[in-house]
C-alpha cells in the first residue's frame, strides 16, 4: 500500500513554483490514493519566518493556503488535508527524533544555511525544522512524499531518521522516497535570480491568485536571453525563464511554435511574453473562481480542515502508541 505525505508552509498565496512543483501532484496523487494521501499545512514550522510572528497574520496564512489548495481541486472529503498543530503528535515525534538527530548533519542542510546566514540571531527552530518535518512524514509512515527539487535534502534526512530509529528499536518506519514534478523541479523566479521563493520577496513571485494585469507589470520586464539584445538576435529558448514559462503553461504547438520563433529571430521578447499570458489566464483563471466562491464559504473550509485533523489523529495516535510502548516509555502501552 502507498501512503503519500506532503506539507506546505502557510505563506498565504501559493506561487506558480509551488503549484508546478508540488501542488499538482498532490492533486493527481489524491485522486489514486484518496485517504492515503496526507496533506498539511505546517504552521508550526512557520513562526521561524518573521513574517508569521504576528498571530492574526499566521492564522489569515494558513486559511488563504488551505483555501488555494482547495481551488485548484484538493478536495477535503477525498484526501486527508488538514493544519499540523491540530495534530499534536506532529510535535511529539518531532521532538523525540531530535534525541538522535546529530547536529552537525542539521548544520549542513542547504535551506538551513541560506536562511540562518540572512538572519542575526538564528532559532533553534530553523536549525531543528527538518526534523519536524521528518517527524511530520513518519507519523503517518508515508512512503511517498512530493515535493520539489529544494526539499530532497530534507526527506534524505528523514530516510536517515527512519534508519536510526528503526535500528535501536525494530523496524517501525518506511524509508520514503521524494517524488518529484520533471518539468518543474525548480520554477525559476520572476527577476531572474535563481529559484522562485517567498522569502526573496514578491518580486520574485508569481501568485497563483494574482491578477493579470499585475501577472503582467512583473513579466514585462522579465529578464530573457542576454543574446538578444536586438529583436533581430536569434535566442536560445532553453537559457531563457519564459521559454521556462511557456513549458509550463503552453500547449505543445504553442512551445514549438515559440522555439522556433525565438531561434530565428521570428518572434521578439514582448510578443513572447504576451503569447505567454494567454497560457497563463488559461490556467489560473478557473483556479481564480473556485478560490473567490471558496472565500464566501469559509466555513466549508474550516469544516474540511477540521474533518482532516480528525481523520489524522486516527493514524497518528496508534503510531505515537507504538514508538513510545518500542522505546520504553512507562506506561506507554496503555495509550493515552
Ligand atoms: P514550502 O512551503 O517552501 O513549499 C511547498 C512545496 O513547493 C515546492 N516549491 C517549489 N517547487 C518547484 N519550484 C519552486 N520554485 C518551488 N518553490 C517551492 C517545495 O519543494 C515544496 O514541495 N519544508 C517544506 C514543508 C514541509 C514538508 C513536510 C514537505 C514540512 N513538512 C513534510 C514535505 C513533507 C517547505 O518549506 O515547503
Known amino acids: 500500500m502507498t501512503r503519500v505525505f506532503s506539507g506546505i508552509q502557510p505563506t498565504g498565496e501559493p506561487h506558480i513554483g509551488n503549484y508546478f512543483g508540488a501542488m499538482r501532484n498532490y492533486v493527481r496523487l489524491g485522486e489514486q490514493h484518496g485517504e492515503n494521501a ?49 495534530v499534536r503528535e506532529h510535535s511529539e515525534l518531532g521532538w523525540i527524533f531530535t534525541l538522535t538527530t546529530p547536529v ?16 542575526e540571531s538564528t532559532p533553534a527552530g530553523l536549525l531543528m525544522y527538518p526534523v519536524l518535518q521528518a517527524a511530520d512524514i513518519l507519523l503517518y509512515k508515508a512512503d511517498t512524499v512530493p515535493v520539489g527539487e529544494d526539499q530532497v535534502q530534507h526527506i534524505e534526512l528523514t530516510r536517515e531518521i527512519a534508519r536510526r530509529f528503526n535500528h ?6 518506511p524509508e520514503p522516497k521524494a517524488v518529484l514534478e520533471q518539468g518543474a523541479l525548480r520554477v525559476p523566479g520572476v527577476d ?27 513579466l514585462r520586464p522579465a529578464p530573457t536571453d542576454p543574446a538578444r539584445v536586438r529583436r533581430t538576435d536569434p535566442g536560445n529558448p532553453e537559457i531563457c525563464l519564459v521559454g521556462d514559462y511557456h513549458r509550463l503553461f503552453s500547449d505543445d504547438q504553442t512551445v514549438l511554435e515559440i522555439w522556433d520563433g525565438c531561434r530565428t529571430a521570428g518572434i521578439g521578447c ?3 511574453k504576451k503569447r505567454l499570458m494567454v497560457g497563463i489566464e488559461r490556467e489560473l483563471t478557473p ?19 477540521h474533518h482532516g ?13 507504538e514508538v513510545r510502548s518500542k522505546m520504553g516509555f512507562l506506561g506507554a502501552s496503555a495509550g493515552r
Open 309 to 321: 485533523a480528525e481523520r489524522a489523529r486516527t493514524i497518528a495516535a496508534p503510531v505515537m502508541d
Open 168 to 173: 535501536s528499536y525494530g523496524d517501525t518506519f
Open 104 to 119: 552537525g548533519e542539521l548544520e549542513r542542510m542547504t535551506q538551513y544555511k541560506d536562511k540562518a546566514s540572512r538572519l
Open 287 to 305: 483556479i481564480q473562481a473556485r478560490a473567490e466562491a471558496l472565500r464566501a464559504t469559509p466555513d466549508a473550509v474550516l469544516g474540511g480542515l
Open 270 to 272: 514582448i510578443d513572447c
Open 38 to 86: 496526507i496533506y498539511c499545512i505546517v504552521d508550526l514550522h512557520a513562526p521561524t519566518n518573521p513574517h508569521a510572528y504576528d498571530p492574526a497574520t499566521l492564522s489569515r496564512l494558513t486559511f488563504d493556503m488551505a483555501l488555494a489548495n482547495m481551488a485548484v481541486g484538493l478536495d477535503p472529503g477525498k484526501v486527508i488535508f488538514f493544519v499540523q498543530s491540530q
Open 192 to 218: 531572474g535570480h535563481g529559484k522562485m521563493g517567498k522569502s526573496k520577496g514578491e518580486s520574485s513571485t508569481i501568485g497563483l491568485l494574482e491578477s493579470v494585469g499585475s501577472i503582467w507589470a512583473k
